[in-house]
């Protein structure tokens, strides 16, 4: 609707400054929106507000003049008003309405998509967990996060792939290697040290069992014992986070090894094609790269004096890699104690030629979860944190992945179990997914009653007359329009406050029939029923819709 609306303003200014209405000018930015207040209409513009500067006139005036122009070829509107200080507001014909609905009803699960991605090739990397240890919270509010990132953003017409970053390269494996063997050893000799900076939880002591069941642990040296130890340490703990996240609902296209890019000569094709540009010098005996040039607050170092390459090299070639595959955009889904890498990682694409806009950076807070009033911190398994696992044992995948997406990335979450386990209207997901059970109940009693559906629901939308239909249909409309927003935004929570309001819409509609029996769904007259079931149905296709964008179940019964 935003869009048609768009279309009418346009060719109403164009209108205007041909025939000398207003003084032609640059086409201002400006937004339609729903007002606050539903007096004011179903959506309204700032548009004269935007070009009152360069007509060198009063916004409300403008206002009038393009009211009393209006180009409205396809008869959009009811109303259109000026309103001080210089908006419009419009009134849409509840013809128009009554197409929105037909769309709906014929598009079923195509609802909603669009073509605002263009087929662009973006490749969005989330998750990316060292393989050391099991998910934890804040990897699942990512996971949920950037899965649902790339749905959204398929379904807007963009080539989307995943990928695993997985940091196998550094001394974290190392020290994986080193907490089983201590672990091991620790069997016989409750005294054999273990490393400062060690892996704690139970699962380093499984993970010990396992490998020494398959391999003579004592017969070896230790530092051999440490090398073999870190290896099939990482594999299980890969193997362990894969299986985690398919049952979370979430799969990768590519799984990239940092060890890959380190054996492959990458880093210093990279260094070399930096030298070329002139962007590296050495000091002190470490080699830098010129970041400050590209608005990064300080230039910082690629290689330390002992020859050891910093992450920073390796991001660097990593990210080089994703453009060499043909990928026009890049997505990254980092935790928040990542702020201070964005403005260094950005400088260092740009000293290779990158657009600003290539690389988009997605900043994940703090998942706290909550039992009883109080904060769980420990995990029996993981030991200093809570395990992605032990969550969805508790409340489920829906829940979870619902609840991750409740609020912004940027701010902190408080997940609180007793809320999700509740079956009522307290708890987020299931007051969505009661919505699509309850239609599908309603089509059930229909059946019963001998009411069905003809193929076309044309003669019979203009029965919808009550307000609260009327807003179903209004909150619907938007549906198309939001995800567009969300794929630009990169904004995917809103989606739970969309399906969490038609939801709240679609059960207000339902329980006024409870006080007004000639407001329920199905009733005695046969047209009004079928009226008010495509209307119904359209709610459970875009609900379903919503919900399969997340990531969730949309069950038909509860």
Known sequence: MKSKLSTVL???????FEYGFLKKTPMPDYVIEIPNNPEHGHFATNLPLTLASGQKRNPLEIASVLVEHLIDNENLLEKAEAAAPGFINFKISPNEWYRVLSSIVRLKEDYGRNITGDNQKVLVEFVSANPTGPLHLGHGRGAALGDTLCRILSFCGYDVAREFYVNDAGLQVRILGESILSRFKQIN???????????HGDYVSDLAKKIS???ELNHMQDEEAIELCAQKGEEI???????DLDEFRVSFDFWYCESDLFNSGLLDKTLKKLEEK???YENEGALWIRTSDFGDDKDRVIRKKDGQFTYFASDISYHLEKQKKGFTRAIDIWGADHHGYIPRMKAALSAHGFSGDWLSVILIQLVKLWKGGQEIKMSKRAGDFVTLQEL?????VDAARFVFLTKSNDSP????????????SDNPVYYVQYAHARICSIFRKAALDGISLPDRPE?????????EEMALIRTMAGFPSLLADISRALEPHRLTYYLTDLAATFHRYFNSGTKTPAHRIVTNDVAQSQARLFLVQAVRFVISNGLGLLGISAPEKM
Not at 415 to 423: A, G, M, R
């Open 10 to 16: 346009e060719s109403t200014i164009n209108h205007c």
């Open 189 to 199: 000799d409750s005294t054999y040290p273990f490393p400062e900076n060690g892996y």
């Open 213 to 215: 069941e398959d391999i």
């Open 237 to 243: 703990m890969l193997e362990e986070i894969r299986k």
């Open 278 to 280: 002139k962007q590296l």
């Open 392 to 396: 969805v044992d508790e409340v489920g």
């Open 413 to 424: 979450l408080d997940f609180d179990i007793d809320l999700v386990k509740k079956q009522d």
């Open 459 to 467: 003669g019979l939308l203009e029965r919808l007359i009550l307000d």
